[in-house]
Nanobody, 117 residues
């Protein structure tokens, strides 16, 4: 079992920055493909950014150039640096850990990010 705990959300003005953290409870983190998802009210959950166990990254077009995903395997922690925030970035942000083999898919409880205009 892997527990994920997000932190770092909050209220920020447009143009500001936030850094989200996702702390994993075990070293399963090391072999996990990690991702940040978000869900705005009335919308489906969407992938924001992902980072593989080997460090390869991918981003949604809407956040490219503004958000940076990273991981610190010595701390079992993943990060999302969010710059130039826009009101449309307002959502609950979730941390995800998954792997195809062995198969697992874990979620954190989410952290609220609110960007005011």
């Amino acid at each position: 079992q892997l527990q994920l705990v997000e932190s770092g959300g909050g209220l920020v003005q447009a143009g500001g920055s936030l850094r989200l953290s996702c702390a994993a409870s075990t070293s399963i983190f090391l072999i996990s493909n990690m991702g940040w998802y978000r869900q705005a009210p009335g919308k489906q959950r969407e992938l924001v950014a992902a980072i593989t166990s080997g460090g390869s990254t991918a981003y949604a077009d809407s956040v490219k150039g503004r958000f940076t995903i990273s991981r610190d395997n010595t701390k079992n922690t993943m990060y999302l640096q969010m710059n130039s925030l826009k009101p449309e970035d307002t959502a609950v942000y979730y941390c995800n850990a998954q792997r195809t083999f062995p198969r697992y898919d874990y979620w954190g409880q989410g952290t609220q990010v609110t960007v005011s205009s």
